[in-house]
């Protein structure tokens, strides 16, 4: 059996001193030596792309782990393609070190790209809305208006989308005899990380790019805590769409394509018609029974989907009652509701003698504002009587 010494003598034998002459070396050349090593293998593997995005993030389907570049679907919406990272980063017009600051999950952060505040809910409690920072908004506006826009929606969906509004959305449902809407429960958040990255892939990007493009549109929701002098953002729940997000209305409606698709195949079974915004789903049929069966079945398909139908918001309108639809009366054509109406009139009215803020009994934070909001919903369908109203509303003081 060979020992080590007779391994040892047999390479002191055999080594060629002009090969390397690593003992003519000082120690602080073989230091050097070594960090330039470290150094190239640094650089050479920032050139690479990453496979990796976060701790949180492991348990990555085969599917979307082995998708590549597929450049014929890319083209068929006029997608921007990218060959790696750096392409990637070059046309959102930041560096690539940027570029992986955005895109990577932490559990634990030092930094939180969003701010977070709430807003009350018309059916009670709050809605709680992350609005990007900056550098975050300037990113997904990019991603928005030069990749997701190329996208086509459905019919079906008038949410968010240019030229279509809660009119276009309530106007198929005029003069039917059963008005059904459905509201999906936690739409946005429902919609998660991976989901947003196989819509990515599914669009022809290969699994680096779609997980960068998913991660720079999804967030968790964080809490702040205190270490010490410093503080920490620590993540609650899953990566998923946040309403505040200026990409996150446009991925929804992406997301829902297969929902739409599959609710409008049913209701034009059934000789129904069938619209969506955002999660508000209406069917309008000739009869209840008809309504019934579409309910029945829809919420098979939604479930089927992945979205959860909210048990408490079911409702079914007759047309010997007020049909509405996103806010809008439906029985004999699209208006505003007359009550609402009434109710703006009537607050400039008394305004003119008490000043607005004597009527602003809900105590809502810049009620002018929400007067204008107001008085927007009415311009819709009832321009002229908006216009009146902004006049004096104008005229009326705090």
């Given at each position: 059996m060979t020992n080590a010494a007779d391994v040892l003598q047999a390479w002191r034998l055999n080594w060629q001193p002009d090969e390397f002459e690593w003992r003519s070396l000082t120690w602080e050349n073989r230091v050097d030596l070594n960090r330039e090593e470290r150094e190239q293998r640094k650089r050479e593997r920032a050139r690479r792309d990453r496979l990796s995005f976060g701790g949180r993030l492991w348990g990555v389907g085969q599917a979307h782990r082995s998708a590549e570049l597929d450049s014929e679907r890319l083209a068929r919406y006029g997608l921007p393609a990218f060959a790696n990272e750096r392409a990637l980063a070059e046309w959102l017009g930041i560096s690539l070190k940027r570029l992986r600051w955005y895109s990577y999950d932490r559990k634990v952060s030092p930094i939180y790209h969003y701010t977070r505040y709430t807003l009350p809910k018309r059916g009670g409690g709050q809605r709680v809305i992350l609005a990007p920072k900056r550098t975050l908004k300037a990113i997904q506006h990019k991603i928005l208006f030069e990749l997701l826009a190329k996208v086509p929606n459905t019919d079906a969906a008038h949410g968010f989308i240019k030229g279509r509004s809660i009119a276009t959305n309530a106007a198929p449902h005029v003069g039917k005899a059963c008005v059904l809407n459905l509201d999906l429960k936690d739409f946005f958040p429902s919609i998660t990380y991976p989901r947003v990255r196989g819509l990515f892939v599914a669009l022809?990007?290969?699994?680096?790019?779609?997980?960068?493009?998913?991660?720079?549109?999804?967030?968790?929701?964080?809490?702040?805590?205190?270490?010490?002098?410093?503080?920490?953002?620590?993540?609650?729940?899953?990566?998923?769409?946040?309403?505040?997000?200026?990409?996150?209305?446009?991925?929804?409606?992406?997301?829902?394509?297969?929902?739409?698709?599959?609710?409008?195949?049913?209701?034009?079974?059934?000789?129904?018609?069938?619209?969506?915004?955002?999660?508000?789903?209406?069917?309008?049929?000739?009869?209840?029974?008809?309504?019934?069966?579409?309910?029945?079945?829809?919420?098979?398909?939604?479930?089927?989907?992945?979205?959860?139908?909210?048990?408490?918001?079911?409702?079914?309108?007759?047309?010997?009652?007020?049909?509405?639809?996103?806010?809008?009366?439906?029985?004999?054509?699209?208006?505003?509701?007359?009550?609402?109406?009434?109710?703006?009139?009537?607050?400039?009215?008394?305004?003119?003698?008490?000043?607005?803020?004597?009527?602003?009994?809900?105590?809502?934070?810049?009620?002018?504002?929400?007067?204008?909001?107001?008085?927007?919903?009415?311009?819709?369908?009832?321009?002229?009587?908006?216009?009146?109203m902004l006049a004096k509303l104008r005229e009326i003081r705090d």
């Amino acid at each position: 059996m060979t020992n080590a010494a007779d391994v040892l003598q047999a390479w002191r034998l055999n080594w060629q001193p002009d090969e390397f002459e690593w003992r003519s070396l000082t120690w602080e050349n073989r230091v050097d030596l070594n960090r330039e090593e470290r150094e190239q293998r640094k650089r050479e593997r920032a050139r690479r792309d990453r496979l990796s995005f976060g701790g949180r993030l492991w348990g990555v389907g085969q599917a979307h782990r082995s998708a590549e570049l597929d450049s014929e679907r890319l083209a068929r919406y006029g997608l921007p393609a990218f060959a790696n990272e750096r392409a990637l980063a070059e046309w959102l017009g930041i560096s690539l070190k940027r570029l992986r600051w955005y895109s990577y999950d932490r559990k634990v952060s030092p930094i939180y790209h969003y701010t977070r505040y709430t807003l009350p809910k018309r059916g009670g409690g709050q809605r709680v809305i992350l609005a990007p920072k900056r550098t975050l908004k300037a990113i997904q506006h990019k991603i928005l208006f030069e990749l997701l826009a190329k996208v086509p929606n459905t019919d079906a969906a008038h949410g968010f989308i240019k030229g279509r509004s809660i009119a276009t959305n309530a106007a198929p449902h005029v003069g039917k005899a059963c008005v059904l809407n459905l509201d999906l429960k936690d739409f946005f958040p429902s919609i998660t990380y991976p989901r947003v990255r196989g819509l990515f892939v599914a669009l022809g990007y290969g699994f680096t790019i779609a997980s960068v493009l998913a991660l720079l549109c999804t967030e968790s929701e964080r809490i702040s805590v205190q270490r010490g002098d410093k503080t920490r953002y620590v993540a609650i729940n899953a990566r998923h769409l946040v309403q505040g997000a200026p990409t996150s209305p446009a991925i929804a409606n992406l997301m829902a394509r297969r929902l739409d698709a599959r609710l409008h195949g049913l209701a034009a079974k059934q000789g129904a018609a069938y619209t969506r915004y955002a999660d508000d789903l209406t069917f309008s049929a000739e009869s209840a029974e008809v309504a019934t069966r579409l309910l029945r079945a829809a919420k098979r398909i939604i479930a089927d989907e992945g979205l959860t139908l909210h048990m408490g918001k079911i409702r079914f309108f007759r047309q010997s009652a007020r049909q509405v639809v996103t806010g809008l009366v439906v029985n004999d054509k699209v208006s505003v509701p007359r009550d609402l109406r009434r109710r703006v009139r009537a607050i400039l009215h008394r305004a003119v003698q008490t000043g607005l803020a004597a009527q602003n009994r809900e105590g809502r934070q810049h009620f002018r504002a929400y007067l204008h909001g107001l008085i927007g919903h009415i311009a819709l369908q009832h321009p002229e009587q908006a216009a009146q109203m902004l006049a004096k509303l104008r005229e009326i003081r705090d």
